[in-house]
Every structure is written in structure tokens, then in C-alpha cells.
């Protein structure tokens, strides 16, 4: 079990809220940590350092807390940012992928016409849990004939074993692991 003193300094940030979205999950709140500017520069930081020299082209941000991340990251490293949204946000014609989660399922989907084929792409998200969003976007980025190079979040739910369903021999980084 990890302790504060294990923990980055803007993990004291992060609020845990019981029965949220529904009962028996536990939601991990960023908005403190967004709130915060000193705390939110600290974890973006540990999200965008693994990367700086890994020749990315465009930074994918899952909605929507993907997107606060995924935009802040993409500014930071001056690449594109894409949003993988819900259903029926996107104008024109979109890629979709439905996907289970670990309290229903859902759908995300992306502008066919977002990046051209075999851009260099870092998928973003702000938790891993069961890995169905994670794997869903690969899944998305893999039929525009993108390169997944990595993915980023910055909280890793340890124990729902999320991390296995990412693709093998592509790199993933949590700045925190709970």
C-alpha cells in the first residue's frame, strides 16, 4: 500500500468520491488538482517528460478529462491535439469503437479525416482502471492507419488490471500508480 510519503506532492490534490458514477466505484476527482496551478504543472510535467524524445506527431486526448491532459500536454510539447469524443460531437465523418467498461459500456469516436496515415500518436487519458478506453482508442488509431507510440495517464488503478489490455511492446506511463 502506498503511503503519502511515496507519493508526488501534487497527488494530495486528488480526492477520492465514493459511489460515483454509481454504487460500489470509487471516482478518482482531478478538479482539485486542476484547480490547483502549482500542483497541475507538477503532474504534467511527469506526464510529458517521458516523452519529449520519442518523435511523437499528435497527441490523441480521450474525452473528456483526456482532453484537459491531452490539450496541456500537446501545447507543452507543440504537437496537434485530437479529441476522441462520444457519439454524435464530431461533425463530418467519424471512426467508432464501442467497448465495455468496468460499470457499462460505451462508444468514442474519432474524425476519419483527424491525422493523416502513419502519424506518430500518444494517447492520453487521465485514468487507467479496466483499460477499455485505453484499448478502445487504440483500436480507433489503428483503423486511421496510426502509429500508437505510447499512452499516458496520469492515474493507474492497479488493482482492475487495466494496463493488460494495452498493447504489448507499446510504452504506457502513470505518473501515479494506486
Not at 29 to 42: F, G, Y
Not at 124 to 129: C, G, N
Request: charged fraction near 15%; include cysteine.
Amino acid at each position: 500500500m502506498k503511503t503519502m510519503q511515496d507519493m508526488p506532492a501534487w497527488a494530495a490534490q486528488l480526492r477520492d468520491v465514493a459511489d460515483f458514477p454509481r454504487p460500489g466505484i470509487v471516482f478518482k476527482d482531478i478538479n482539485p488538482l486542476l484547480a490547483h496551478p502549482q500542483a497541475r504543472a507538477q503532474a504534467l510535467t511527469s506526464m510529458v517528460a517521458p516523452w519529449q524524445r520519442v518523435g511523437i506527431g499528435a497527441v490523441l486526448g480521450v474525452e473528456a478529462r483526456g482532453f484537459i491532459l491531452g490539450t496541456a500536454m500537446a501545447m507543452q510539447m507543440a504537437l496537434p491535439f485530437v479529441p476522441v469524443r462520444k457519439p454524435g460531437k464530431l461533425p463530418g465523418a467519424v471512426v467508432s469503437q464501442h467497448y465495455a467498461l468496468e460499470y457499462g459500456s460505451d462508444c468514442i469516436q474519432i474524425q476519419a479525416d483527424a491525422l493523416p496515415a502513419g502519424t506518430r500518436v500518444l494517447i492520453v487519458d487521465d485514468v487507467l482502471a479496466t483499460g477499455g478506453t485505453l484499448a478502445a482508442t487504440v483500436a480507433l488509431a489503428r483503423q486511421l492507419q496510426l502509429e500508437v507510440v505510447g499512452g499516458a495517464v496520469l492515474i493507474e488503478l492497479d488493482g482492475l488490471g487495466g494496463r493488460a489490455r494495452w498493447p504489448v511492446g507499446v510504452p504506457l506511463h502513470a505518473s501515479l500508480v494506486v
